[in-house]
């Protein structure tokens, strides 16, 4: 679990949640699922990007579950602009979308997103999800997540230079790849025959010295730096 100062779920167990999406009917459904749980409360809704930005700013919530298209400012913009913020590093946001295989999508996991569902997802996987990114954890449905970003990483065909890797170990190296290719701590221990407690360790060392946010954006790097490749680009 990543260290998270001051969050709602470390204060009183209670996951705290913005709602931004511009139809208020999709609010009220996602509300109403919401709030029907004991540990998590909806403390704001936003029909744009702007609002989304200052309700965050204002509650400081677990998450945010940002719609990806919205009028004024879109949900990748206000995902840039809350991961910008030091004062809101602690706040997670998931993006929301019609369709997983959505460019959108792929832009708001490069822009800081901690994961994406699907609009029609059924509530107890929106509950779910919910829970584990307010654990600091990313919402990663491996087989979804990565012909996602295959499809629009893959569109590079001669990966830019990507001096970071430089700084990677061997390992770290190994570790980058396991986890581009879906593998939780427990998956990536078994395969270096470590315990999953270093085997996490191993993970945030590579978060580190690649500034990346969480293990979504880990993926995301690896496919476009071409340390993983898609299937049909293999």
């Keep these: 679990m990543a260290e998270r100062g001051g969050s709602g779920v470390e204060r009183d167990g209670v996951v705290r949640v913005v709602l931004a999406d511009d139809q208020q009917l999709v609010r009220a459904g996602f509300r109403s699922m919401l709030?029907?749980?004991?540990?998590?409360?909806?403390?704001?809704e936003a029909g744009d990007g702007t609002e989304a930005l200052r309700a965050a700013r204002e509650h400081r919530p677990d998450v945010v579950l940002m719609d990806v298209r919205m009028p004024r400012v879109d949900g990748v913009a206000a995902t840039r602009a809350i991961v910008?913020?030091?004062?809101?590093?602690?706040?997670?946001?998931?993006?929301?979308?019609?369709?997983?295989?959505?460019?959108?999508?792929y832009s708001g996991l490069k822009a800081g997103a901690s994961g994406f569902l699907v609009k029609d997802t059924e509530p107890a996987e929106l509950i779910h999800g919910v829970r584990v990114v307010?654990?600091?954890?990313?919402?990663?449905?491996?087989?979804?997540?990565?012909?996602?970003i295959g499809e629009f990483a893959g569109r590079i065909k001669d990966p830019p230079p990507t001096?970071?890797?430089?700084?990677?170990?061997?390992?770290?190296?190994?570790?980058?790849?396991?986890?581009?290719?879906?593998?939780?701590?427990?998956?990536?221990a078994q395969r270096l025959v470590v315990s999953p407690a270093t085997a996490k360790t191993h993970v945030s060392r590579v978060m580190t010295k690649l500034g990346a946010r969480d293990r979504a954006q880990l993926v995301v790097f690896a496919y476009e730096a071409g340390v993983v490749r898609p299937g049909w680009l293999s």
């Design 35 to 44: 709030d029907g749980e004991d540990d998590i409360s909806v403390v704001a």
């Design 134 to 148: 307010a654990r600091g954890e990313a919402l990663l449905a491996p087989s979804v997540t990565r012909r996602l």
């Design 163 to 188: 001096p970071e890797l430089n700084g990677l170990t061997e390992r770290e190296r190994e570790v980058l790849t396991a986890v581009a290719n879906g593998l939780s701590n427990e998956e990536l």
């Design 84 to 105: 910008a913020e030091p004062q809101l590093r602690d706040v997670r946001v998931v993006i929301l979308t019609m369709f997983d295989l959505d460019e959108y999508v």
